[in-house]
């Protein structure tokens, strides 16, 4: 998430996977002070962007190849931070639980140096985060790493995804981390009603059907009310963040080819 409260600051962001180059594009073209590096392991995914997604890099936008793992040791050993990082990088093997992050980026090691390549402009303030969509737990873990003050509420609709976070990436529960296994839509519902508030709410709830159009969000957060359910649960200077992830193009090609 970005600050807008002053577009003039200089904020510096890490994007790690570069995919088709959109959300470089986008920062790239935003009214503010904003340094971009881009981290991409594979050569030829930053020569499709620039080729067929019209990608453009500058002094303001910064494409490194390079493994964002080494990429990120380097930054801490160098004392680099970052207003904000980006991580993207995802596996094209289907045949895995988990396709974003790839495993590299779930390891404990990892996730320290991604919390300490970050800046934290008043750690010591209270911040409550609402995570709808669990996964595989690792953004749940980096936010429990991070050197600030906060109070992370998990909202899982199966129970199997919660064991399995637990048995197999590592994830652990306190008094700083809580789960609910309920239905995401219900829980901010009850939230409202409960006039509970949010610094941050990190959107992540997708469908596993593969023939949908839209995998994340899954429909039922695309309900204007529901949405707007959201919004009075976020504080005025809070931020909603949202997992997009489509399989329209995939969807088009079949039905030329069928």
């Known amino acids: 998430s970005l600050s807008f409260s002053d577009i003039h600051r200089p904020q510096r962001i890490l994007e790690i996977g570069l995919g088709g180059g959109a959300t470089a594009n986008f920062l790239s073209l935003m009214p503010m002070n904003l340094s971009i590096d881009i981290v991409e392991l594979e050569q030829s995914v930053f020569d499709i962007a620039k080729k067929y997604f019209d990608l ?13 793992v080494k990429f990120v040791q380097r930054a801490v050993e160098n004392n680099l931070t970052y207003d904000s990082i980006l991580l993207d990088a995802c596996t094209n093997d289907v045949t895995k639980v988990v396709l974003c992050p790839v495993n590299a980026f779930m390891d404990s090691g990892v996730l320290q140096n991604l919390s300490k390549s970050l800046s934290f402009s008043n750690v010591h303030r209270p911040q409550i985060i609402l995570q709808i969509g669990m996964g595989g737990g690792a953004t ?25 976070a637990k048995k197999y990436f590592d994830l652990t529960t306190s008094d700083k981390v809580k789960v609910y296994i309920e239905d995401g839509v219900q829980f901010v519902q009850r939230a409202v009603n409960n006039n509970l508030s949010y610094d941050s709410i990190l959107l992540d ?14 429909n039922t957060f695309m309900d204007s009310g529901v949405l707007d359910n959201l919004s009075k649960i976020l504080s005025p200077n809070g931020v909603l963040s949202v997992n997009m992830f489509t399989t329209r193009d995939q969807a088009y090609v079949q039905q030329q080819n069928a």
Not at 146 to 164: G, H, R, T, Y
Not at 205 to 218: G, W
């Open 205 to 218: 709830a997708c469908s596993t059907d593969v023939t949908k159009l839209v995998l994340c969000p899954v």
């Open 56 to 68: 453009t890099t500058s002094d303001k936008v910064r494409v490194y190849i390079e493994d964002g």
């Open 140 to 164: 749940t873990n980096f936010l429990s790493l991070i050197p600030a003050n906060l109070s992370i509420d998990v909202v899982e609709l199966e129970q199997s995804v919660f064991d399995i």
